[in-house]
């Protein structure tokens, strides 16, 4: 499939590093005029942004103010906004008892609060032409997970964000869908996991081990494969694609991966 995005203006959060970074390149690789958010900017990007012409902009999404700073000079360069990205997403690995109210409301904050606050500033300049709203959520979203219960309490309501925000602004024709991402290798978040445990090897080991289709392939996805996905779903392609939970996970959502032969 042929995807030219010439024309349109396309923003993202949590973009310098990882999955966002990815998603960023892959929308301005194919045309699209592209700006990103996020709370801490790299310079080692400079050049591959550069590259690619993308604006970056210091954004924390949990900032109302910050959120329509981004919004608004993305509007102001471009004059329109057609692709929404959000991405910019915390995570934590504790059980109830244990987590502190500034916990919950950090990972709530960062993983729905911003979501929340990225679609209410974009939507009202995505109307009446329409638009697409692609929201990064997780396999935690679709089948909750025991060691880190809050960060799938978080995905899980992204995933229900999704579908109402399709519901809702059908009407506008703004479609909106969500990407449901597995273990993916080279993103902060896997990447602090793996700092932090006693063994990286073994825990790489884990992490692919728990996905049918990883544990088949020998490896964890890539930014890449999350950002085609996101290409897609930005296209025209997927003019009647709306309220979707795209699952890249390895299967690692349907369950426990069936004992591989000896």
């Given at each position: 499939?042929?995807?030219d995005?010439?024309?349109r203006?396309?923003?993202?959060?949590?973009?310098?590093?990882?999955?966002?970074?990815?998603?960023?390149?892959?929308?301005?690789?194919?045309?699209?005029?592209?700006?990103?958010?996020?709370?801490?900017?790299d310079?080692?990007?400079?050049?591959?942004f550069?590259?690619?012409?993308?604006t970056?902009r210091?954004?924390?999404?949990?900032?109302?103010?910050?959120?329509?700073g981004?919004?608004?000079?993305a509007i102001?360069?471009?004059?329109?906004l057609?692709?929404?990205?959000n991405?910019?997403?915390?995570?934590?690995?504790?059980q109830?008892?244990?987590?502190?109210?500034?916990?919950?409301?950090?990972?709530?904050?960062?993983?729905?609060?911003?979501?929340?606050?990225?679609?209410?500033?974009?939507?009202?300049?995505?109307k009446?032409?329409?638009?697409?709203?692609?929201?990064?959520?997780?396999?935690?979203?679709?089948?909750?997970?025991a060691?880190?219960?809050?960060?799938?309490?978080?995905?899980g309501?992204?995933v229900?964000?999704?579908?109402?925000?399709?519901?809702?602004?059908?009407?506008?024709?703004?479609?909106?869908n969500?990407?449901?991402p597995?273990?993916?290798?080279?993103?902060?978040?896997i990447?602090?996991?793996?700092?932090?445990a006693?063994?990286?090897?073994?825990?790489?080991?884990?992490?692919?081990n728990?996905s049918?289709?990883?544990?088949?392939y020998?490896?964890?996805g890539?930014?890449?494969?999350?950002?085609?996905?996101?290409?897609?779903?930005?296209?025209d392609?997927?003019?009647?694609?709306?309220?979707t939970?795209l699952?890249?996970?390895?299967?690692?959502?349907?369950?426990?991966?069936?004992?591989?032969?000896?």
């Amino acid at each position: 499939m042929t995807v030219d995005l010439t024309g349109r203006t396309a923003v993202v959060t949590g973009g310098s590093a990882g999955i966002g970074r990815a998603i960023a390149c892959m929308l301005a690789s194919h045309g699209a005029d592209t700006y990103i958010g996020d709370r801490q900017l790299d310079a080692s990007n400079d050049e591959l942004f550069a590259k690619w012409n993308i604006t970056s902009r210091e954004c924390d999404v949990t900032d109302e103010a910050n959120v329509n700073g981004l919004i608004n000079h993305a509007i102001t360069a471009s004059g329109k906004l057609d692709i929404l990205v959000n991405n910019a997403g915390v995570g934590l690995e504790k059980q109830i008892p244990d987590v502190s109210l500034d916990e919950w409301e950090h990972v709530i904050g960062v993983n729905v609060t911003g979501i929340f606050l990225c679609c209410k500033h974009a939507i009202p300049f995505m109307k009446p032409a329409g638009g697409s709203i692609i929201n990064i959520a997780s396999n935690a979203g679709v089948l909750p997970r025991a060691h880190d219960p809050v960060y799938s309490i978080s995905k899980g309501s992204v995933v229900a964000l999704t579908k109402s925000l399709a519901l809702c602004h059908s009407v506008d024709k703004i479609r909106v869908n969500a990407i449901c991402p597995g273990p993916v290798a080279d993103t902060n978040m896997i990447n602090e996991q793996l700092d932090a445990a006693s063994d990286r090897d073994t825990a790489i080991e884990g992490l692919i081990n728990a996905s049918p289709l990883a544990q088949s392939y020998r490896r964890m996805g890539t930014p890449d494969e999350i950002a085609k996905a996101a290409l897609y779903l930005a296209s025209d392609a997927t003019e009647m694609v709306t309220g979707t939970i795209l699952a890249i996970d390895g299967g690692k959502s349907l369950g426990v991966p069936p004992k591989r032969a000896a």
